[in-house]
């Protein structure tokens, strides 16, 4: 099937899953959508998220994908029933895949969780987690600072390490043994997150277990692409081009051409 | 949905399968089926592998499992279709799991692959590989003897040790990062396997994966028990019960019990 699989977020974060989709099936084009005229999504309300999430969802179905990935950890803890019920084609968000891994990993059955405000308020970790392993105990913290760091294009700077620090501080010394990375904003920070939670803790990233049920998926429903062809995947921003530009190929290693999106709708912001 | 999940093998090895599920999936019902008494299937023709597996199927079926898995390398790789035609639940293998966790890990895109006679043979691994990721190489290596010593219970003697070594031998040296333990019997072996292979190659288990795997496709069908019980597995061994209980009580570090099964067709050895 050669349609392509497309890809949304608030913002930059989203790109992490496209990266591992390029790396773990490197035959699926993508078409992205990086809402980063409205991002963060963390802090607003899961109403107004699940409205953003609609209007993209609308703008990227005239491409005729096969597949949507809702990218991003916030508009899938609030909006991902709404979208599977408005669209006929396979929607996956990115809450389970890093639910299942972290069950796959976890030796002491208690997991720590990092998210936006809305992510960890929604408590959507803990009821996958639960859903699948009803005596996982769970850590939840947000960690609203992080993901805007990420989309100003800041994750090297000396200040991110530093909230980074300060984001996770409540977690140091609880007893568990993996960490969900529940916001797709944080492999950006993986290097700091990993340095301040130390070699015991292993770092769940929900962006690479989602490309791998990605792959699962469309496996099992007889839709991966049989083109020889490298795809040429699209890009698309509703905010300022040129950063997203900047922190995408940084990212990707990759030349990429995005094409901006001025949305026709009320802008709620 | 409160009905079991099937698993089969030639013997032991799908055990390895059960104690992932086990762990991964703690509210789901196992029922097993170890063709203990026609163990192992790696150096048997495709035909005769594939009349086994339908028996099998044959017999588990009349319990009104929720999902099939064959968990054992070698019947999937010469099996799996011919199974998927014959019911109507989802049937699931250990290939592809494997094969996909080993695209997430590799940096490389060079894995290494053991397994039975038969398994090598099928190519099934690279073929699995390659149809989602084209670029992947692939260095295999049949280990015939390595699954008869997981049958005898003698995974931890000396001579188990040896036999390892001597098995992976002409994959020393390969520029592999990752190693798919190709063989659902292998994980009994994970730390002399670990110890050759050194700490630069990740060993992949297709056990593992599978799990993880069937919790997806449970999730995704809408299969998931609900119920909040602990579930009573049920163990069915066609080979004598005692050796298969005392490797099965060990490995899954619980009490079952075993139900001997006297095929009623011809028996082929």
Known sequence: MQQAIAVLDSGVGGLTVVKELMRQLPQE??????????????????????????QIVEYLIQFNPKMIVIACNTATAVAIED????????????????????????????IGVIGTDGTIRSNAYEYALRLISPNIQVYSEACPLLAPFVEKGLFGADSANEVVEQSLRQLIGKPIDCLILGCTH?????????????????LIS?????????ST????????????????????????????????????KEQISITPVVWQVPNIL
């Open 186 to 202: 944080y492999p950006f920070l993986v290097e700091a997150i990993s340095r301040v939670m130390g070699p015991d803790v292993t």
């Open 29 to 54: 084009k993508v078409i992205y959508f990086g809402d980063t005229a409205r991002s963060p999504y963390g802090p607003r309300s899961a109403g107004e998220v699940r409205t953003f999430t609609r």
């Open 217 to 252: 998926i469309l496996y099992h429903r007889d839709m991966l692409t049989s083109s020889g062809q490298l795809p040429i995947h699209q890009f698309f921003c509703s905010g300022e081009p040129e950063l997203f530009k900047r922190i995408a190929q940084n990212w990707l």
């Open 83 to 110: 979208i599977r019920e408005r669209v006929s084609i396979p929607v996956i968000g990115v809450i389970l895949p890093g639910a299942r891994a972290a069950i796959k990993t976890t030796r002491s059955g208690v």
């Open 206 to 214: 929900s962006a690479d277990e989602t490309a791998r049920e990605i």
